[in-house]
């Protein structure tokens, strides 16, 4: 994957031994810590799991205790990626800029980077000193211990960020930058009494016009939205600029997020120990003949495994190293199977047991019961719908040399592959039969994987333990960073009254229901590009649910239109925050993917009119 860092040092032969010293030494303290955090993570819940469904002996603090450490593995990852320049960024334009002038775009970047780390350090240290007042439950821990891993991280982040200023190659361009930027800070400053006369006209000049410009810049996805939040905050309220990182902690340590780290960590186990291998062998034996047939498997496993773990990005975590690498030696393109990834993760939105599901019943009081049975046949329509694009992409394959595999070949590749077929099997029932939770049960994966690569297959790489922990907090992390920033920008969107705005427009809409339907779908494929999937939910579900019961649309019907909906702006680009999960999950560059994805976007934009359309898609087996 190209660097997805601004002005990271061109190569460490032609460092300075004080750079690299200090290079090393940050990579020390960041990447040493990080691998032992999720090495105890994985501890932890297991040891929770086993202690309750073994021993019926619950550990009251095993929850806690990985709430702890999730919040350092998440900020360590986030700095990991920063050093390694594995923050999600979009290239595009500054590509193609003439040399001089993207050395100057490119500073800027880098600038709004530091200018975003720096805001944040001193917001980081308040909240860690109003949170060291409060003591966890179970441990009676100070939860200044936990939250310190905001400002920890943004200092080493601070330290990387100068070190890369340091060794900047020109210097006068560096000064002028640096005076460019404390002066528009001015500027901006002294508009503030401006800004605040405007009213949510601000919310198009920070959230769309800024963060446009940020992202087109290469300023880094995460940088992007937690720069232009801070600045809406600082110069148009008087709100505190802590509530900035409250919000972020509360993006990044949802328990249910830490599924992330633990399935990206199951994912690269599943290849390292042969799994992965024995289950592409077989599914190829099976489909390896038919033009576009990984593609096929792909989106099979994306509507076997989604809901498991309660996120997105951790299913997605879970399916691609399986099959991504296949994938690429039979010569698919890196962008187009990243299209196809995000597009299955937007597609299995309302598979159950989805988080979102479940939110949409616990504020609406729709049955979740209702909704879990709604949810299936519209992914699978949408499955249907990027099987043809599939179809259509694959027609001229160069299927030279493959053969169709007999049915004696098929035979003994399905006995190899059989206890890495379990698995999938093997986690949903631990879910289903409420042996572990959704963020416990990819640590029975993990120990699942591990006994069978070492007893079975008889491959496990023990040197390359330690760098699959170094890699999986920074992927990790870079995922987890996005997400934080993007919780942040929700809560600022959220507290300008938009919302209520919003749906007091949207149920004066002429045309009854379909004018109400038709508005909705607009309306929540853009909310889900910069709200997510549950803030969205959470904000207009009790407003407008309502108002779809009162104009005849069934609340499950309604309900399937919205989540797809949601998850097609999750997942589409320059704002869905899903999309530049994949991407990193896929180690691709967005720029790779972003022309592939249209076909794919568009396909399921089709479903969802079909789904709107169609009620009995989401109710006919109610």
């Known amino acids: 994957m190209q660097a997805s860092s601004v002005g990271h040092a061109s190569g460490v032969a032609n460092r300075r031994p004080l750079f690299l010293i200090l290079e090393r030494g940050l990579a020390a303290i960041s990447e040493i810590p990080a691998a032992i955090l999720v090495a105890l993570e994985i501890l932890v819940l297991l040891a929770g799991v086993t202690a309750r469904y073994v021993f019926n002996a619950p550990l009251t603090w095993s929850d806690e205790l990985a709430s702890i450490l999730f919040l350092w593995l998440a900020m360590l990852g986030a700095v990991i990626a920063l050093r390694r320049g594995e923050h999600m960024r979009l290239t595009t334009l500054v590509n193609r800029l003439q040399p001089g002038t993207r050395g100057w775009v490119t500073l800027g970047a880098e600038l709004v980077v530091a200018t975003f780390v720096l805001e944040i350090i001193l917001p980081a240290h308040e909240y860690f000193q109003d949170q060291w007042a409060i003591s966890t439950p179970a441990l009676e821990i100070q939860d200044g211990l936990r939250v310190a891993a905001i400002g920890i991280?943004?200092?080493?982040?601070?330290?990387?960020?100068?070190?890369?200023?340091?060794?900047?190659?020109?210097?006068?361009?560096?000064?002028?930058?640096?005076?460019?930027?404390?002066?528009?800070?001015?500027?901006?400053?002294?508009?503030?009494?401006?800004?605040?006369?405007?009213?949510?006209?601000?919310?198009?000049?920070?959230?769309?016009?800024?963060?446009?410009?940020?992202?087109?810049?290469a300023v880094p996805?995460?940088?992007?939205?937690?720069?232009?939040?801070?600045?809406?905050?600082?110069?148009?309220?008087?709100?505190?600029?802590?509530?900035?990182v409250s919000r972020m902690d509360e993006g990044m340590s949802s328990l249910i997020l830490l599924s992330v780290p633990l399935f990206v960590f199951l994912g690269v186990l599943i290849e390292m120990t042969g799994l992965a291998k024995a289950m592409v062998d077989f599914l190829a034996s099976l489909l390896g003949h038919v033009r576009g047939g990984l593609a096929y498997v792909l989106l099979g496993a994306m509507y076997l495994v989604s809901g498991i773990s309660g996120s997105k990005a951790a299913d997605m975590a879970a399916v691609a190293p399986a099959l991504f690498p296949?994938?690429?030696?039979?010569?698919?393109?890196?962008?187009?199977?990243?299209?196809?990834?995000?597009?299955?993760?937007?597609?299995?939105?309302?598979?159950?047991?989805?988080?979102?599901?479940?939110?949409?019943?616990?504020?609406?009081?729709?049955?979740?019961?209702?909704?879990?049975?709604g949810g299936l046949l519209p992914a699978l329509v949408g499955a249907a719908a990027l099987a043809v694009v599939v179809f259509f992409h694959s027609r001229n394959e160069n299927m030279t040399g493959v053969k169709r595999a007999t049915g004696r070949q098929i035979a003994r590749a399905f006995i190899v592959a059989l206890p890495a077929l379990a698995l999938p099997f093997v986690i949903r029932a631990v879910v289903v039969e409420g042996v572990a939770t959704a963020t416990e049960v990819s640590t029975v994966g993990i120990v699942y994987t591990v006994i069978v690569g070492l007893l079975i297959y008889r491959q496990f790489d023990w040197k390359r333990l330690y760098p699959m922990l170094v890699e999986t907090a920074s992927l990790s992390g870079a995922i987890l960073f996005i997400i934080g920033c993007a919780t942040a920008m929700a809560w600022a969107l959220t507290q300008s009254g938009f919302s209520r705005q919003l749906a007091a427009v949207m149920s004066a809409m002429p045309g009854g229901s379909i004018g109400f339907m038709a508005i909705s779908v607009v309306a929540f494929v853009i909310l889900g590009s910069v709200l997510e999937g549950i803030p969205a939910i959470v904000l207009f579900g009790p407003l407008l649910f309502p108002v779809a019961r009162a104009v005849?649309?069934?609340e499950v019907h309604y309900a399937m239109v919205v989540i797809f909906a949601m998850g097609l702006g999750l997942f589409a680009p320059p704002f869905g925050v899903g999309f530049y999960a994949a991407c990193a999950i896929g180690r691709v560059n967005p720029d790779q993917a972003m022309r592939h994805v249209w076909p794919y976007l568009g396909a399921l934009f089709i479903a969802l009119i079909l789904i709107a359309a169609i009620p009995w898609i989401s109710i006919g087996f109610l």
């Open 153 to 217: 991280g943004a200092v080493l982040m601070m330290a990387i960020i100068l070190m890369r200023l340091a060794e900047h190659g020109s210097k006068r361009q560096l000064g002028i930058g640096l005076l460019f930027f404390v002066a528009l800070a001015a500027a901006l400053w002294f508009a503030r009494p401006v800004f605040m006369k405007l009213g949510n006209l601000n919310l198009l000049i920070f959230f769309v016009v800024m963060v446009a410009v940020c992202v087109a810049c």
């Open 326 to 373: 296949e994938m690429k030696r039979r010569g698919s393109d890196e962008g187009r199977l990243i299209a196809l990834l995000s597009s299955s993760g937007a597609m299995s939105e309302t598979i159950p047991p989805s988080l979102v599901l479940i939110t949409i019943g616990s504020v609406t009081g729709v049955s979740i019961a209702a909704l879990f049975t």
């Open 221 to 244: 996805i995460a940088f992007a939205f937690g720069v232009a939040t801070l600045s809406y905050l600082a110069l148009t309220t008087n709100v505190p600029l802590t509530i900035v």
């Open 552 to 554: 005849g649309i069934h």
